[in-house]
């Protein structure tokens, strides 16, 4: 149910429908089966009891005419006879329940003989105190032998910095994060925190101490509150509340016809990308860590709320160490360092300007997406500008119109110029080197 939208885009119905129907008759030939079965047993079951009903009064009915037995002696009988038929008749529907039970005890088996892959060592320490220190040193990670995810990458986050990873779709940025958090083992090299290995501490104590607001973010078929006291179950609503308005989702959670009590459907499903992204962030601003990992975690939202967000996460990041993925490259120019991964491995590492200046990947990067941002401005400009004029052609008056056109002018002058800083970074770039490969 969950990917009805997927089977709608494609006009999947017919297909689903037939998937569906295939299951169903599948269903029944098997259920026939059973039935069968069942009907076969209590059949046999029955004519046997009654063909030893039969025999037995015919005996004693024998027995009786020849005066060896009494009629009351009859009577017995049957009494007897019918009492022993309930509990063999019990006997059948215990079979069934029996057999019911044993399937759902193999799937049960099942389950328990999967082993996870990722279990403490028996000698771990507790981690328990944090500062923050990151270090991966040569690691390499293949999630399948035959295509290696992560090849020798090394690099360092002090404790307290930001470091941003950027690169190529695929280049093993999310990888990063599942290893850190402990969901798979590198296959070599060490990670280490505050300069322990991740193995020789445990994963619970070492996951009490990082947050993650992942790429998809899934939340629980529940209420939105209990989606957030879910990092800190001992937090009170006043805590959340305060976390929400930093994640800047507190007023539109109140919009809700539910408010906070609102239930956000499977994995999430009835809220948009932008207030998941939102309550996954004040999620956790609640569980308080000392490591943060953000992958991609402003990519759903608008530029207003984005701005309001960066401005949580600068502060929520004073003391801590962040490790944050983004495509945009312009939420990231702040950043302590920032590292572009390709193929696995760290190819150019920095600072936004020691990268530009570099004139590599980055300032290649850097250069395309200003292109693009600087299009859509201006396409948007142009668009507001006709609509304005369609609207002034329709409205007769000109009072207005001088003062529409210099709201206009202003409005395209900052559209133009999307975010201060990165306009700022813009004109630098832009400075530094006008035009190139
Ligand atoms: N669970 C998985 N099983 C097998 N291969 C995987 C799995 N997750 C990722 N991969 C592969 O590992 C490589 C790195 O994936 P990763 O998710 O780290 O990329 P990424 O840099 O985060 O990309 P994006 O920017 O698109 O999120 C990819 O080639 C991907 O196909
Ligand atoms: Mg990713």
Do not use: A, S, T, V
């Given at each position: 149910m969950v990917s009805y939208e997927t089977v709608k885009y494609f006009n999947a119905e017919p297909y689903e429908f037939n998937r569906y129907r295939g299951a169903v008759s599948d269903y029944q030939a098997a259920e026939y089966h059973v039935l069968f079965s069942l009907q076969l047993m209590n059949t046999c079951q029955n004519t046997v009891f009654m063909l030893g009903l039969l025999i037995t009064c015919f005996i004693c009915a024998f027995q009786i005419a020849n005066g060896q037995r009494d009629v009351g002696q009859f009577v017995g009988l049957l009494t007897y006879m019918s009492q022993l038929q309930g509990p063999l008749n019990f006997f059948g529907t215990f079979y069934r329940s029996i057999q019911g039970a044993m399937i759902n005890s193999e799937r049960l088996l099942e389950l328990f003989r999967a082993k996870p892959t990722v279990v403490d060592a028996p000698d771990v320490d507790e981690l328990r105190s944090c500062n923050g220190g990151i270090e991966f040193d040569k690691v390499h990670f293949a999630y399948d032998s035959r295509k290696p995810a992560l090849n020798g990458l090394s690099f360092e986050c002090k404790p307290g910095t930001t470091t941003a990873l950027v690169g190529e779709s695929g280049g093993g940025k999310s990888t990063v994060f599942r290893l850190l958090f402990r969901f798979y083992n590198s296959t070599s090299g060490q990670i280490r925190v505050d300069g322990h290995p991740v193995e020789s501490v445990s994963i619970d104590s070492l996951r009490r101490h990082i947050g993650v607001v992942p790429q998809d973010t899934v939340l629980f078929n529940e209420t939105i509150m209990y989606n957030l006291k879910y990092a800190n179950p001992g937090a009170t609503d006043e805590d959340i509340y305060d976390a929400c308005r930093a994640a800047s989702i507190h007023d539109r959670i109140l919009t809700f016809p539910d408010g906070y009590q609102t239930k956000v459907g499977?994995?999430?499903?009835?809220?948009s990308g932008g207030e998941k992204q939102r309550v996954a962030i004040a999620r956790t601003i609640i569980k308080n860590p000392r490591i943060i990992l953000l992958d991609e975690a402003t990519a759903a939202l608008d530029t207003d709320t984005e701005e309001h967000i960066q401005g949580a996460l600068a502060t929520l990041s004073k003391g801590r160490t962040m490790l944050v993925i983004a495509h945009r490259l312009s939420t990231i120019t702040t950043a302590d360092q920032i590292l572009v991964l390709q193929n696995g491995q760290v190819a150019e590492k920095g600072t936004h300007e020691q990268l530009l200046a570099m004139k590599g990947r980055y300032s290649s990067m850097w250069r395309k997406q200003i292109k693009a941002q600087r299009a859509a401005a201006e396409a948007q400009v142009l668009q507001d500008r006709a609509e304005r004029l369609r609207s002034s052609s329709v409205v007769a008056g000109g009072g207005e119109d001088s003062s529409s056109q210099s709201d206009e002018d202003r409005h395209a002058e900052t559209t133009a110029r999307p975010r201060p800083t990165l306009s700022q970074r813009s004109t630098k770039a832009s400075e530094a080197k006008p035009a190139g490969p």
């Open positions: 499977e994995r999430g499903l009835r809220l």
